[in-house]
């Protein structure tokens, strides 16, 4: 029986144009572009299309665009990098409870380690943080807001743009981390308005190990490494022009599928949803059910824990996850479901089923075929539920 792969929101296989973009900078095309010789050109001509390539599908100027190993170095290249600008100046930093752990971990670094004075943005039932909220928190010494783009376990879409603009009115800095939204939905940084922005490769099947950080011109972020003047020193090291290259490829094809595999999602995602809570009782979905991206299902399942399920369905060839992959292994219940208000009990269910370009409507019926006697067997054993449900 064919594997199921359901946790694209982990990582994405890579695509074979892009591999096949990728392949002469490891092999004939090796130089290194800091080099003058010529094998250094070669390799510089490459990276600095790519930074082209990938500016113009943000509609940002290259001179504006610094490659990064990913999404959590961006993250922590914008927010300590900030911090470190306005310390002595500013000491506050705003950040929603639902962010990724590259931001939320960030945050708790500055709070204890350097006395910087953090705030949670609260979010509403389906994941969602609002104006009105943000400014009841801001202050005139907040230097940086930090808001998802689209959240990691739910998909939430956040209203980016009307959040950024309430920083911007307090002379407050806006970031946000787009590395689950860009190239599933459109991603345009002047449309937002941010100030800064971090994308990944490895979540639109191009290379891992390969991101990159938008930083508008004229703010000044403090380097968090040191060792040379690559990327105008923001980010020094030997570049990446492999990943460079396959993060621009893979940006490409997405800008071409982008609308067809929206609507493909969609189509699979809702009946994914009503299929699952129809034939599994006592089912919750969490996050929106518009405003998302639609490739993103997260469901509890009362009277059960996510690891059990998890496992049940490995063994049936069908790849899940119960959260962020950078948390598996953790037992408490997710911060993006508690944030959201989810009780305990609810969140220690919980499931995320994320689709991808190999998603057919076959595989989610064998899941769904698999799935709910699995359930029902956990849910058995568990004596709170069936004291409950009596």
Same mark, same amino acid.
């Given at each position: 029986?064919?594997?199921?792969?359901?946790?694209?929101?982990?990582?994405?296989?890579?695509?074979?144009? @892009?591999?096949?973009a990728?392949?002469?900078?490891?092999?004939?095309?090796?130089?290194?572009?800091?080099?003058?010789?010529?094998?250094?050109?070669?390799?510089?001509?490459?990276?600095?299309?790519?930074?082209?390539?990938?500016?113009?599908?943000? $509609?940002?100027?290259?001179?504006?665009?610094?490659?990064?190993?990913? %999404?959590?170095?961006?993250? $922590?290249?914008? !927010?300590?990098?900030?911090?470190?600008?306005?310390?002595?100046?500013?000491n506050?930093?705003?950040?929603?409870? /639902?962010?990724?752990? *590259?931001?939320?971990?960030?945050?708790?670094?500055?709070?204890?380690?350097?006395? @910087?004075?953090?705030?949670?943005?609260?979010?509403?039932?389906?994941?969602?943080?609002?104006?009105?909220?943000?400014? *009841?928190?801001?202050?005139?010494?907040t230097?940086?807001?930090?808001?998802?783009?689209?959240?990691?376990?739910?998909?939430?879409?956040?209203?980016?743009?009307?959040?950024?603009?309430?920083?911007?009115?307090?002379?407050?800095l806006?970031?946000?981390?787009?590395?689950?939204?860009?190239?599933?939905?459109?991603?345009?940084?002047?449309?937002?308005?941010?100030?800064?922005?971090?994308? +990944?490769g490895?979540?639109?099947?191009?290379?891992?190990?390969?991101?990159?950080?938008?930083?508008?011109?004229?703010?000044?972020?403090?380097p968090?490494?040191?060792?040379?003047?690559h990327?105008?020193?923001?980010?020094?090291? +030997?570049? $990446?022009?492999?990943?460079?290259?396959?993060?621009?490829?893979?940006?490409?094809?997405?800008?071409?599928?982008?609308?067809?595999?929206?609507?493909?999602?969609?189509?699979?995602?809702?009946?994914?949803?009503?299929?699952?809570?129809? &034939?599994?009782?006592? /089912?919750?979905?969490?996050?929106? &059910?518009?405003?998302?991206?639609?490739?993103?299902? $997260? @469901?509890?399942?009362?009277?059960?824990?996510?690891?059990?399920?998890?496992?049940?369905?490995?063994?049936?060839?069908? *790849?899940v996850?119960?959260?962020?992959?950078?948390?598996?292994?953790?037992?408490?219940?997710?911060? @993006?479901?508690?944030?959201? %208000?989810?009780?305990?009990?609810?969140?220690?269910?919980? !499931?995320?089923?994320?689709?991808?370009?190999?998603?057919?409507?076959?595989?989610?019926?064998?899941?769904?075929?698999?799935?709910?006697?699995?359930?029902?067997?956990?849910?058995?054993?568990?004596?709170?539920?069936?004291?409950?449900?009596?």
């Amino acid at each position: 029986m064919d594997s199921i792969y359901l946790d694209h929101n982990a990582t994405t296989p890579v695509e074979p144009e @892009v591999l096949e973009a990728m392949l002469p900078y490891w092999t004939t095309e090796f130089g290194n572009a800091s080099s003058i010789h010529q094998f250094g050109r070669s390799a510089k001509v490459a990276l600095e299309s790519a930074r082209e390539s990938i500016a113009a599908f943000i $509609n940002c100027l290259p001179a504006e665009l610094f490659f990064t190993s990913g %999404g959590t170095e961006s993250d $922590n290249i914008a !927010i300590l990098g900030t911090a470190s600008q306005f310390r002595g100046k500013k000491n506050h930093l705003i950040v929603a409870g /639902t962010e990724h752990h *590259a931001v939320i971990e960030s945050a708790e670094h500055l709070h204890h380690k350097e006395g @910087v004075d953090v705030s949670l943005l609260p979010v509403d039932r389906e994941g969602f943080a609002h104006a009105d909220q943000l400014k *009841a928190l801001i202050q005139d010494k907040t230097f940086l807001v930090s808001v998802m783009h689209a959240n990691n376990e739910t998909g939430a879409i956040q209203d980016i743009r009307t959040l950024a603009d309430v920083a911007h009115e307090r002379n407050t800095l806006f970031h946000t981390d787009a590395v689950q939204s860009i190239g599933k939905i459109r991603v345009d940084v002047k449309e937002l308005t941010v100030d800064m922005l971090s994308l +990944t490769g490895h979540k639109i099947y191009g290379p891992k190990g390969t991101g990159a950080l938008f930083i508008r011109q004229g703010i000044k972020i403090s380097p968090l490494m040191y060792g040379g003047s690559h990327e105008k020193k923001r980010r020094p090291g +030997t570049e $990446n022009v492999a990943g460079a290259v396959g993060l621009a490829k893979a940006l490409e094809i997405a800008g071409r599928r982008m609308d067809s595999d929206f609507e493909r999602m969609r189509k699979l995602a809702d009946y994914f949803i009503e299929q699952l809570i129809s &034939r599994v009782p006592d /089912t919750t979905f969490n996050g929106p &059910r518009r405003d998302r991206i639609p490739q993103t299902v $997260n @469901v509890s399942f009362k009277g059960t824990t996510g690891e059990p399920i998890i496992l049940g369905l490995d063994m049936e060839g069908i *790849a899940v996850a119960s959260g962020s992959a950078c948390t598996s292994g953790a037992t408490e219940p997710s911060h @993006v479901l508690t944030a959201m %208000g989810i009780p305990s009990n609810v969140a220690n269910g919980a !499931i995320r089923f994320s689709m991808g370009r190999s998603t057919t409507k076959e595989q989610l019926d064998r899941v769904l075929q698999v799935l709910p006697p699995i359930v029902e067997r956990l849910r058995a054993m568990s004596p709170e539920y069936n004291r409950t449900n009596a």
